[in-house]
């Protein structure tokens, strides 16, 4: 007889959740993973085949609130239909007829665990894989959708846009890195070009031609510069996919070999990329302010075809590897000289200039098609104020002379061998040794600082995946409990009842991993918000299932 009623009670719950999993699924999947993805710019299609990757994520999230529903419904009609009163009756206890609710709560446990640690991970690369492989198109339809971008601190609208061709037309673009010093570039056209770095990085390099920018004459002041280009130096841009690689999507074997070795995770190596190239700049700069205040010529800079000699009276570098800036005096002007086989070409001076380097995933060299090679610090010169420029003839006849407002030349790159001796250093920024850069030691500050933030995400996933994949159990349990303490027409609020704790030890593990991803409190606090709310459910269960005993 108890087994017969066991397997009643077991088809009741079986059903329900089973019904309840998929609508609640449904909900989830629908409101909280695809519309946020539509909104960040993937198509319709692209939406529906992610729909198979994020199902795991969402029954994860929602096979335990499946579960208490169907405990919490099931046994309040067994109980309220008098059935309950029976069994005790026939020499039942009420304890072993929530054997099948317990088993349940087991299963629900231990599947929520397989979930997080092993499936779910798995699906979420394949997603991640899925989005990347479709960064292009992403780019394209946010552009085309929403109208502009706003990524690295430049915003980029475009009145059409060929992917086929990679060609923007009608581009208008504001260059915002610099709050107080915007320009505002419009241009023609622009190729686009789509790349990947070793770490699997992705760029965007724009290269815009014919560009029209205009920019401030002076700082402070509503006066500009209009000037036309025939290119526009542009950092390329990282693309950040919708679904960025979080602690979260690691399986529990990595999760536990990336906490041993944090410094192996895609943030931080980004973060040591960027911090090399911004070195490479600042070194390249300071060497040039160094020659120009001895009086000599920087000479360091060159491109396929050209040296470039730069002389100055005074040099100013602003920011760390940002840019530099060029001053003339009465005798002493801003002067480029362009050499080539060790014979001058060409001579520009002004009243003052800029030196801007740049990181280009796709190096513009004045060619439609662009460099070939990739990954390349360039610098841009950028001369104004009474700009003149000698063309060098072969006769002094043949030698030439105009005037402009501004020339520019975004060809050179930074000396190789600055780029090297700062690779070299690379262990360093982890593990800086006394005989180490001084740069090394500021940029480990900057990097251990990442490094601890990242531990502690680290160590509260790992937390709150065991602490949630518990609570299960004793959610289950909890509303087998109430279903049968609420009888008659309280099963509604019997599965509201079981909901508030439900609720009460998420926002606890919610609380307590924000406290441990927390640098400046610790981690000991976050820990104890996670277990705490597991604590208080079991305490509840505790005094449940003892008037259950009482009864």
Known sequence: MVRTLHLYLARDLARIAVLALGAFTLVMTVFAVMEPLRKQGLSTEQVISLFGFTLPTMVSLTLPVAALFAT???YGRFSQENELLAANASGISTLRLLRPALMLGVVISVGTLALSNFVTPRMAAMASMAVESNIKEIFYNRLRTQGYLDHGGYIIHAQHTDPDQNLLQGVVMVNAKKKDDMELVSAGRARIFFDTNEQGEYFATVHLHDAVAVRPSQRHTRESTVVQQSFFPLDS???????????SWYDWSRLLDMLAHPEQNQSIQRSVNVALRRLSHDSMLRELKAAVESGRAYDRLKDREYTYLVRAAKAAVSGYGSHARLFGTGAQRVEVELRKDDRVVRTVRADGGWVLPTWSARPYQGVYEGDASKGKSMVTLRLEGHVTVEEAGSTPVAARTHRCEEWAVGSPEVPQDLVDSILAHQDAMFHPGPNSPAWTKKVSEYLAKKLSELRNDLL???HVRVAYGVSCFLMVAMGAALGVLFRGGQMITAFTLSVVPAFVVIVMLVMGKQIVRNPDIDT???????????????LANVVLYWRLVRR
């Open 72 to 74: 919490t419904i099931v």
């Open 237 to 247: 841009v990282p693309l950040r996919p919708p679904m960025e690689e979080e602690p």
């Open 460 to 462: 509260a996933e790992l």
């Open 524 to 538: 000991g606090f976050g820990l104890l918000a996670i277990w705490g709310g597991i604590g208080l459910l079991g």
